[in-house]
């Protein structure tokens, strides 16, 4: 029998109730509270986690304009600090921070206080390496301990800390970086992957060519480089101290708003967009976050001895995710490698197998994977003891009904009839979620149970106006702490307005259809933009072009994805190719190459076309949107403006299409 257990948000609201004398009827009556009186709700998340200041603030929210809030001002905090404020009382309990695990077999336990010693020692190597509050730090590396360690280096001196999987394409990580112009590159020289050891010593030095800011290279190794890579440390040098500087170490309090990382959200021109988030801002939302996300302490009272794994390459926001386990005092259980096995023996028990091995109580996952699982005939029970587990998590793209309904089954028959799944939507623009799980709503198959407290979201129609019950644009009309604070390099906020605001000034405008129901729960319909979702990651379209459109034989090009509700991912590529060409199969392996090598194997299409012309607007600009909403079943005239259009002619034969792509 599991232990009693008060779910996070229970917790809290009884705690508004016992400090602040509030009581809600129901949820969205404590929702609409969060979102009606800002400066009530997030004073109230500040002083329920116990956080800290070493100077005062003079309001929760100085300034409420989107972009542009201003939260907290006067406050110093450091994302690092309040991770590490869990050492003594996690040790005295004799929890882990970090299991590790890899394809290999590989298992490493990282304790709470050698955590605190190895990211000491990291931030001291860095400023041995002349390395200042506000340098950019760049991270090609993969999901393991070290990585953790790294960033909680970067962030306890004040370092803008960014990372990219070593799965991307060279070009990929390249166009993100080159943007930021990092001080630092810490990359690994090889990793293992689907069953097989990858080189990336070259990559690594290409890297390094390419991006001339970068004065010291930390490298860390491994068994799988076919040469060295030079390097000013090893990582392995660079965690090795252990002095009574190490033991004095504390990170530096900064203020609310310095920035803690760069992530990456690709838009459908242009490069990715560097999105810059707020130590500060970050602490917040993802406190705030917890009460749904109902992740515990491993060694408080109210514990099941948290274990929680929520399976990512460093290159998704759900990395920053699992990590931000940390701050809870949970045990974080990373797995390095692939989740399905490999190409030539495909395993979707992996997963499963590892949660059983290191008792985990919280699993995470893509909603693909998932879905995968289910298709492969996957029997949980045959996968060791996963009794512990007590809530199962799914993002990256709806979830079907008829997939969580097979997960439900499968845990009803190992003996956990009430798993709870928490169904969640937000994005790596904000590093959180705006609707996902509440522990003690109706759990219904599909749907996602709520909308966040703090996130005053909506679903607006054509007009602009909120709907209930339709399907509309998902908004957020009030800003919250985790929003950029700017787009590195983006005089103006030109980007960063164009990106989110440009539809309804002062309004956050997300790019997923959305329906809110009257009983609060939520069904996440897909993108309403351009923007490519494979497995959880996203990818805008001007990337694929680059890659694709630099092919000589490749005139011009254009790229939609189908996913939506119940729906994976479905990406069609239509190529226009020089006059006498025809799409044969060495036409189709040198642009399936082209990406994989640029972008990543993951984007590859489901299915290339050869079309006549690509449907541009007078303007010039790729017709994805209205072309993908055609391929989704809607009216031709509903969704396109012929007299906007350059070459409206050619619509006809993408109408000819659909059903061939419907089948094919």
Known sequence: MRP????????????????????????????QWSVGDQQAFWQSVWDYEGMQSPTPYSAVLADARMPGAKWFPGVKVNYAQRVLRHVDAAQAAGVPAIISDNELGQVRELSWPELRRQVASFALALKDLGVQKGDRVAAYLPNVPETVVAFLGCASVGTIWSVCAPDMGTQAVTDRFQQITPRVLIAADGVHYAGKGLDRSAVVEGLRASLPSVEKVIVLESAFAAQPVKADLSFAQAVARDDEAVRAFEPEWLDFDHPLW??????????????????????????????????????????????????????????NSQISGLLSGATICLFDGSPGGSKDAPDWTVLWRFAARHKVTYFGAGAAFYAACMKAGVDIGQCGDLSRIRALGSTGSPLSEETQRWGTDQFARIGTPDIWWSNISGGTDFCGVFIGGHRELPLVPGRLQCRYLGAAVEAWNEQGQPVMGEVGELVCTKPIPSMPLFFWGDEGNARYLSSYFDVYPGVWRHGDW???????SCVIYGRSDATINRHGLRMGTSEIYAAVEALPEVLDSMVIDLEYLGRESRMILFVVLRAGLVLDAAVQGRINEAIKTAVSPRFLPDLTLQAPEIPRTLSGKKQEVPIKKVFLGQPLAKVVNKDAMANPGCLDWYVAQFGLTQEG
């Open 514 to 520: 959305l329906k809110i129901d009257a009983d609060s």
């Open 262 to 319: 760069i992530v990456y959200s690709s838009g459908t021109t242009g490069l990715p967009k560097p999105l810059v988030h707020g130590h500060g801002g970050i602490l917040m939302v993802s406190a705030a976050g917890n009460k749904h996300g109902d992740v515990g302490c491993s060694y408080a009272a109210n514990s099941l001895g948290e274990r929680f794994h929520w399976y990512s390459s460093t290159g998704w926001v759900m990395w």
């Open 4 to 31: 009693p257990y008060i779910p996070q948000i229970r917790l809290f609201q009884d705690w508004l109730q016992a400090q602040h004398g509030l009581h809600f009827d129901d949820y969205d009556a404590l929702w």
